[in-house]
C-alpha cells in the first residue's frame, strides 16, 4: 500500500465508489474480448472532440457528463442503511442528488451524443471491413 503503485499512478477518481470500482477492476481484469470492447468503446467516446468538446448542438461536454457524475452517491450504502432503518436525512438528500443526476445523465447521453457514438461506431466499422478486405484481396 505504500510508496508508488500502478494503483496510484492509474488512480483519479473522486469517490470512495470509484476508487474501489478502480482496485476491482484491476484486481479482477475482464477477460471477455466482447465486454472489454464495449468498455473500449465507451472510453474511445471521451477521445472523440466532435463528441464531447462542445461540438455537440445542446454544448455537452466531458466536464458536464463528469460534473453530473460527480453528484452520485454510494447508492448501495444508503439503500443499506435504510433496509436497516438507520438512513439520516442526509442519506435521503445524497439519494436525491444521485437520482436527479442519474436521470440528467441518461438523458444528455441519450440524445447527440449517443448519435454521435453510433456514427463513430459505424465508421470503426466499415474501416475494419475495408481493412479485412484488402488483406483478403492481398493474401490471394
Known amino acids: 500500500k505504500e510508496g508508488f503503485s500502478l494503483f496510484t499512478l492509474l488512480d483519479r477518481t473522486k469517490s470512495k465508489i470509484g476508487r474501489q470500482c ?26 472523440h472532440p466532435e463528441c464531447c468538446n462542445g461540438g455537440v448542438s445542446n454544448g455537452t461536454n466531458v466536464g458536464v457528463l463528469l460534473n453530473l457524475m460527480s453528484r452520485v452517491g454510494a447508492v448501495d450504502k444508503i439503500l443499506l ?44 466499422d466499415e474501416e475494419e471491413r475495408m481493412m479485412s478486405e484488402d488483406r483478403e484481396t492481398t493474401a490471394d
Do not use: H
Open 22 to 47: 478502480l482496485k476491482e477492476w484491476m484486481l479482477q481484469p475482464l477477460l471477455d474480448p466482447v465486454i472489454l470492447n464495449q468498455r473500449y468503446d465507451g472510453i474511445d467516446l471521451f477521445l
Open 81 to 124: 442503511r435504510m433496509q436497516k432503518c438507520v438512513a439520516s436525512p442526509q442519506d435521503f438528500l445524497v439519494l436525491l442528488r444521485t437520482l436527479s443526476a442519474a436521470v440528467t445523465l441518461c438523458a444528455t447521453l441519450g440524445g447527440d451524443i449517443r448519435d454521435k457514438a453510433l456514427k463513430i461506431d459505424n465508421d470503426a
